[in-house]
């Protein structure tokens, strides 16, 4: 079966760096989300991006986030000059279609920020 | 905004049946969506409702009521391997383009006990 595909599983980074984390959606997929889940929380939306562009972001989503299709399979999430709370699990995740569809998720990237 | 509420946790035997129960405040409403997440994994699409009534996939049933803004996810004949957070979840308001994010609740955590 088809599915999300997040690299890396883990990634460690100083408090100030940028990060990019990776996603490979599923192929036929059109619609692309990001989430994030802080230990022991929800799961929190981020991001959506259909067409090329974003179709809808949270308040999360501020000025230190950016997100990118550079290519025909793959999809980022950058984060500049992270911080310490920005620790957390990133999911990415796809959908056939818009609207109610099931949302398919990646296993996520566990982001440590020292 | 959006808000759902459910239970932090609910303890169950194996074989039995358990309902999680989902009340939700929202500004509009696209439907009820429920996904499991086992430790360290990725959340998993188990159901949605658009239309009042009863869902069944297999073990796994889901009800809505749209006037009581309440659903419930209803698992039966439980497995060990049914151990898992359970969320519920809402679509953000329309964006039109379709890539809805999800709010999610803080979701139920499932302990079977053998």
């Known amino acids: 079966e088809p599915e999300v595909t997040q690299t890396p599983s883990h990634q460690v980074t100083q408090m100030g760096q940028e990060v990019i984390l990776r996603c490979v959606p599923i192929s036929n997929h059109l619609y692309f989300y990001w989430y994030r889940q802080i230990l022991g929380q929800k799961v929190e939306f981020l991001v959506s991006?259909?067409?090329?562009?974003?179709?809808?972001k949270s308040e999360i989503f501020d000025d230190q986030f950016s997100v990118e299709r550079p290519d025909g399979s793959n999809f980022t999430l950058k984060i500049r000059s992270t911080k310490l709370e920005d620790s957390a699990m990133y999911f990415c995740?796809?959908?056939?279609?818009?609207?109610?569809?099931?949302?398919?998720f990646g296993d996520g990237t566990r982001l440590s920020i020292l | 905004g959006q808000s759902l509420e459910q239970p932090s946790e609910v303890t169950a035997v194996e074989g039995a049946i358990v309902q999680i129960n989902c009340t939700y405040q929202t500004s509009g409403f696209y439907g009820l969506s429920w996904y499991q997440q086992h430790d360290g994994g990725a959340p998993t699409f188990l159901s949605y409702?658009?239309?009042?009534g009863l869902e069944e996939t297999g073990r796994f049933s889901s009800f809505l009521s749209r006037s009581d803004s309440y659903g419930y996810l209803l698992l039966q004949e439980l497995q060990m391997k049914d151990s898992a957070s359970y969320f519920c979840a809402v679509r953000d308001a329309y964006s039109g383009g379709g890539a809805d994010g999800l709010t999610f609740g803080k979701g139920t955590h499932l302990i079977i006990q053998p």
């Open positions: 991006f259909y067409n090329n562009e974003i179709s809808e």
């Open positions: 995740a796809s959908s056939e279609e818009g609207g109610p569809q099931p949302q398919h």
């Open positions: 409702n658009a239309l009042d």
